[in-house]
């Protein structure tokens, strides 16, 4: 039974994918890895077929278009499943997560761990190279996320994370509509809800040193919306524990 699946979404990573998959290998080399590329004008898809032309553990998703990084995971995790993997692990196409921090994260998932979060604000953790008014947006946003869902998570918003995929078959698919970090929120969120065990690991998290941010106004705009939403009306319904 297969066991890990490594899920990079891309758009216009042409700069780093390779790179990342090369640090991928040397830190978890029996993963297999996909590559959910969202028609990238760049040729990231292309350079993903080239790179699994070689390399049998790796596959390519290619989408028509850019549709959120919310649904590319989706599409990933539903990969996963199908394909009967126990774990399913997030991570950023463009190098600011170190892979090198995966297998201390997958065997607290061996240990029981439903959701891994690799997380920039518990003890241990750390960001380099953000401006400062970066650094306060994810610090305020994970600290009104938490209070306004009543959460125990720090870094709710963090992107890297191993899921045991068991942990996902239990939530529906087709409730998640949000993007972006706002995403990562929700399905944590609805983990957490659940009763599942979740656990952070202390990383550090480097700005990316090629390409551009996808972060923009509008992700804020709707994490804000959406966590505000998501706070009320839990006060109206009892936990899903």
Known sequence: MPDVLVIIPTYNEIESLASLVGRLRQSVPTADLLVVDDGSPDGTGELADRLASTDARIQVLHRPGKDGLGRAYLAGFARAIEQGYTYAVEIDADGSHDPAELPAMLELARDGVDLVIGSRWVEGGAVRNWPWLRQAISRAGNAYSRRVLRSGIRDITAGFRVYR???LEDLQFAD?????????VELAWRLERSGHRIQEHPITFVERATGRSKMHVGIVAEALFRVTAWGVAATLKPSER
């Open 165 to 167: 995929v068991s942990a």
């Open 176 to 184: 998640v509509s949000s993007q972006g970090y706002c995403f990562q």
